[in-house]
T-cell receptor, first 113, second 110 residues
Framework: KAGVTQTPRYLIKTRGQQVTLSCSPI?????VSWYQQTPGQGLQFLFE???????NKGNFPGRFSGRQFSNSRSEMNVSTLELGDSALYLC????????????FGPGTRLTVL | QQQVKQSPQSLIVQKGGISIINCAYE??????FPWYQQFPGKGPALLIA?????SEKKEGRFTISFNKSAKQFSLHIMDSQPGDSATYFC?????????FGKGTRLSVIA
């Protein structure tokens, strides 16, 4: 079974721009979660989607949004980028065991200049 | 509010030694405690996990010890190898989004 894939792997943007990241979960997994990883804050939960509906949301500003498509693929969008948004953005998918068992993709490294 | 506290931040162990990483949690609703291993340029990978109905779980050289009353759990890596050099994260969940510790950077030196 193919793992979680994320595209692109690297992105460089400037302040004020917006960005869209994509995640394809493991085949058959319907839950997709997004995390932000930074050296200072570690891994922080952004949101979770299940069957195209946002089921959980972390404590991030409204500039961070996401969606899930009928094939379970998910995208997250960050608008009006700030320098502090520079991070590794990780996507994780979950199957029948729910959020207790999550499989992570390699991440998208976003650099905001 | 950090709900899972992990220590130490970094750890250097001789090859063949035992690596020990500790975590403490606050939320008694947590019922699943996984450990993740992350190599540079990769996403975290599930290493081993435990539920609070057992006090210890062993898989190969990796052991989780769990103390429910103290709300603490730890990862022991026996016979540590240079290939174990990575960042290790403890986490906790109650079928809710994972709450992660801040991570421990392990370096195993020959």
């Amino acid at each position: 079974k193919a793992g979680v894939t994320q595209t692109p792997r690297y992105l460089i943007k400037t302040r004020g721009q917006q960005v869209t990241l994509s995640c394809s979960p493991i085949s058959g997994h319907r839950s997709v979660s997004w995390y932000q990883q930074t050296p200072g804050q570690g891994l922080q939960f952004l949101f979770e989607y299940f069957s195209e509906t946002q089921r959980n949301k972390g404590n991030f500003p409204g500039r961070f949004s996401g969606r899930q498509f009928s094939n379970s693929r998910s995208e997250m969008n960050v608008s009006t980028l700030e320098l502090g948004d520079s991070a590794l953005y990780l996507c994780a998918s979950s199957g029948t065991l729910g959020l207790s068992e999550q499989f992570f993709g390699p991440g998208t490294r976003l650099t905001v200049l | 509010q950090q709900q899972v506290k992990q220590s130490p931040q970094s750890l250097i162990v001789q090859k063949g030694g035992i690596s020990i990483i500790n975590c403490a949690y606050e939320n008694t609703a947590f019922d699943y405690f996984p450990w993740y291993q992350q190599f540079p340029g990769k996403g975290p990978a599930l290493l081993i996990a435990i539920r609070p109905d057992v006090s210890e779980k062993k898989e190969g050289r990796f052991t989780i010890s769990f103390n429910k009353s103290a709300k603490q759990f730890s990862l022991h890596i026996m016979d540590s190898q240079p290939g174990d050099s990575a960042t290790y994260f403890c986490a906790a969940t109650g079928n809710t989004p994972l709450v992660f510790g801040k991570g421990t950077r392990l370096s195993v030196i020959a």
